[in-house]
């Protein structure tokens, strides 16, 4: 019970970063956007914290439309997405089959932003899902101005000493999430590990 009660804090908490760009009039390629800025990160937000709508970003479109399935939206059967879920600009999600993998996914720990919303962001951990046997990196991180921070953390050992709930409510919600395909988490790693799979993935 207090897990859920931390995660609607969490969910309650979720407007962040200095300007977001959303949906500006002449299409911008998210997608090639440079992958750090200054050595800041930066992550694309597809989907805000606290929505159930799946939202992708469409690389031929250069928009960002909520995903569908024989023509209806999709969206997620359990709670909405505990922070701003989306990816890092110019990664890829498999280095080792680049041509079909998608960037990187980001789980930015902030209050909620729009789909567009580009935002820099200091990573402080991954967790690591197994699907069926395909590892998946979850990239979490929190805004990089401190302003702008609901956990006012810059390392996962933070994270966990001061907010240890937080890291079972993640671990939970990624479990769940997908009732069509139960993920298996395989655990948490700190904020090396996250900068290491995000330089390795990147195509700068």
């Given at each position: 019970m207090k897990y859920l009660s931390l995660f609607f804090i969490l969910v309650a908490f979720i407007g962040c970063e200095e300007s977001p760009?959303?949906?500006a009039k002449d299409?911008?390629?998210y997608y090639h956007l440079?992958?750090?800025v200054n050595d800041t990160?930066?992550?694309v937000i597809e989907?805000?914290?606290?929505?159930n709508k799946k939202i992708k970003y469409n690389r031929e479109q250069k928009e960002f439309i909520t995903d569908s399935i024989n023509g209806q939206p999709k969206s997620i059967n359990f709670l909405p997405y505990i922070g701003n879920y989306g990816f890092i600009p110019s990664t890829y999600s498999n280095i080792k089959n680049t041509e079909e993998a998608e960037?990187?996914?980001i789980l930015v720990l902030a209050e909620s932003q729009p789909s567009g919303s580009l935002i820099k962001v200091i990573p402080i951990g991954v967790l690591r899902l197994s699907d069926n046997g395909l590892l998946k990196n979850k990239i979490i991180a929190v805004p990089a101005l401190k302003e702008f921070q609901i956990f006012p953390?810059?390392?996962f050992d933070s994270l966990s000493i001061?907010?240890?709930?937080i890291r079972k409510i993640i671990s939970l919600w990624f479990q769940n999430y997908n009732t069509k395909e139960k993920l298996s988490v395989l655990g948490f790693y700190g904020e090396d590990t996250a900068m290491s799979i995000i330089k390795k993935s990147s195509k700068n």
């Open positions: 760009k959303q949906f299409p911008i390629d440079p992958t750090f990160l930066q992550a989907i805000p914290a606290g929505t960037a990187l996914n953390v810059k390392d001061h907010y240890p709930e």
